[in-house]
């Protein structure tokens, strides 16, 4: 039976051949080869030649595949290709549609004619993906073609077309002539008209194009990408009986590891930004560092901060700022002591302070550390700015960095030190005023019922003498001391001194000489105000200027009376004669050397005459002077600095010596043998 198709085939295919090569053209000339017919055989050859090529690239498995494909449909496609064949209109335009039918047919053929001649089959070749889908074409176009022929065979009646068809149809007269004539040259009922003809041949063409551009893009894709060859062969291995080679094993288990690997990446990230977003959320301002700042034992308000907390690690940290003010703070209380305490608490902070004045010019800027070695320098108003941050932390170790800063502004009110060196003093003695501890350069003030100097500098203090003159009525004192704008009320008692009296009987028999107020000289009175601003004395203190011993002839403050009866003297009764000596009187010898009793400036040094004569006035600074009336020569000059023991002059038998602080004169002995405290070395 597969013999006798195989036959009728044959002689099909010669008889067609024979045919086309027998009709004539158009033009009346010669034989002329059909233009569809070429150009379906060049399709079939470019597309065979397109599958070689693809061919090399598919692996043996495929072939083998397509092989044993063929061989179960071989003998059942040849019967029906055979049908198919005996069905197909002789005309030109009908073997342009089945121009790829008819070489299909002839490769079943070939392919079915070994097994036909008793020789074993050749091994069956699965189709690939591609031959598959052209497979799949080739029959819709054979359906559709055997559709146009049914309804192009049933009897209609002829339609001449309005207009020749878009391009010239070969093939379609010839296939009137040759298969619509009947009888008498009239055409046969089964004949095709010439607008369905036109219509028809028009199908088959762009049947046949789109049908060689799909084949020749899909081979092209096959060649250029591997993705869909990847997605054949997977499928084959999941078909195909035949075991994998580990080249494929190898290959298929890189593929699913890598989509598993990226779907275990994509999870695990899913999962760290869900859990990064929730310890995001969670992180609280609670965590923040919790800073207590106190400034001489007053807690300073903050004023801004800005801190990360670690979300994860110090790699990813959220941001807490919050601002309270721009302005400084206020603090209540006054601060009274040039070095006022700083401290933060909890330490390990690192600090920056800046301090400006009154005038916004700084003062201060630096650590914590270095401002312990700082003492403002007058009392005032100040403000201060504190930062307290951390850039510290590491991975190992995450920990919360920024800063918090304190804006606040304080007055410094220092209250000086003010201390008097006694609380009492006698008649004729000197009480002293030290004040120290002061935030000014300014001098301190001292005023009250006492006439006091003015206060000159010593060392880091100020001094300032109270002399006590011989007649000071007895009592207590209020002093005033102003300094860095704060007054401090001092009291002083003034106790009665020793110093006795004495009676003459006569005028002649009082003491000479002696210098009283009344004359005074007024040499020596215009100097008494003078007062230089340093202390010469203060290391070396006063000493007695005489190198012998002594004898006073007339005591500081003792009065002299003369004819007083025993009941004045009893009653210490003045009889209206009684004079007082505001210096003292001293036995001396003729010619003996007189010295300076300390360190000082020579004001005055020659002769005044009268009872005065030669005399020397020196100024020790701060207003005490010393000053020797009646000496027997002079050896210095008014400008000349002298020092402690050096030689100033002579005496004769009696000198007067006085010493005066500022214009009141004191008691001086005690001065010059170095027994007053307020005038002491040191």
Known sequence: MSEEKQENTAQQGTGK????????TRDGGGEKPDNTTKAGNASASSGQDRKKSGGTSSSRRRRKRRSSHKGHSGSGAAGQNQNKSSQQPKGDAGEKAGGSKQRAEQSVTAAAAPAQAGEPAPEKKPLTTEELRKEEVRRALEKQ?????????QPREPQQPESPPAWPVQGTEEAGSSEGNGKGGEPSPDALDEAQQARLAEITRTVQVSVEQI??????AAGENGSDSAAADDLDDDTSDEPLTAADRAGSMGRSLVRWLVLVLGGILIIAMVGVGWLYCNASD???????????GQTVETAS????????GNSFKRTYSKTFHRDPVELTEMVDTSSPSLSVSPSGYETMLTITDENDEEIFSGSLIEYRKFSFPANGSYTAELVVSTETGSSQNAAITGKQTYLFQFTIGIRPSVRLNTRSVVQGGVASVRVSNLQSDQAPTLSGTLDGTDFVKLGD????FVPIPYDQALGGYVLQVTADGYTENLELSVTAGSFGYSDVSSTRSRVSPYIGEEDYPEEVKALLDVADPELYWTESGFVQPFLRSID?????GAPEYVGRTRTERNGGIDNGTGRVAENVVVETRWGDTIISPADGRVLLAGDLGGTAGNTIVIEHGGGVKTIFFGLGSVGVKAGDMV???ESIGTTVTRTIVEVRVGDVAVEPLSILRGENAALQAG
């Open 17 to 24: 051949t024979s045919h086309a090569a027998q009709q004539p």
């Open 145 to 153: 073609s055997e559709q146009d022929k049914e309804r192009a065979s």
């Open 215 to 220: 084949l020749a893009g899909a081979e092209q």
């Open 286 to 296: 609670e965590d923040l560092p919790q800073i207590t700042i106190t400034f001489d």
């Open 305 to 312: 901060y800005s801190w990360h907390v670690p979300v994860v």
């Open 461 to 464: 203090a100020w001094v300032a």
């Open 552 to 556: 006073v002839a007339m005591a500081y």
């Open 643 to 645: 020092e402690q023991g």
